[in-house]
């Protein structure tokens, strides 16, 4: 059973798949709900900081090769039309985005928009793991129904 749970930590680590494929795998693999819930969570809101931190330097470092520049931009624009809501609302914002189970929105294109619109850390992180519980909470009750839960 450890073993399923560390796994489901690492799907949640992986971008696009997030919290909202790793519920779902979790559960398939025997494990509790609220074993699932922490597992997703935890590995969801690992890569954050990182992100947070390293994101503009990559994204520079990625500008300079002619491959990656298009793409890069792309990536930005897509961040920053995502961010209205967040550059609207601020933390509300964050949180609704982060919220939102749907691909395009979690943990990894939070912090995304959070960085490009310079929210700080100490704001942005908390904001993020609220999301977080939102969508866990979101995902689980879809994965399992409410009465499996309790």
């Known amino acids: 059973m450890l073993n399923h749970f ?8 992986v971008p696009v798949i997030e919290l909202r494929g790793a519920i779902p795998y979790g559960i398939a693999m025997g494990l509790t709900p609220w074993e699932t819930f922490i597992a997703a969570i935890i590995g969801n809101l690992l890569p954050v900081p990182f992100i947070m931190l390293l994101i503009r330097r990559i994204f520079d ?15 930005e624009k897509k961040a920053h039309l995502k961010g209205k809501v967040v550059k609207k609302y ?18 990894w294109t939070g912090a995304l928009v959070a960085s490009l619109l310079d929210i700080r850390m100490r704001t942005a992180i908390p904001a ?19 009465g499996s839960l309790f």
Do not use: D, M, N, Q
């Open 6 to 13: 560390f796994i489901t930590l690492l799907v949640a680590a």
């Open 61 to 75: 470092f990625l500008r300079k090769r002619p491959f990656w520049e298009s793409k890069i931009e792309h990536l």
């Open 90 to 107: 601020r933390t509300p914002g964050l949180i609704l985005l982060v919220a939102i189970p749907l691909p395009g929105t979690g943990a």
């Open 128 to 146: 993020i793991f609220a999301g977080l519980l939102i969508a866990g909470i979101i995902v689980l009750t879809v994965s399992c129904g409410v």
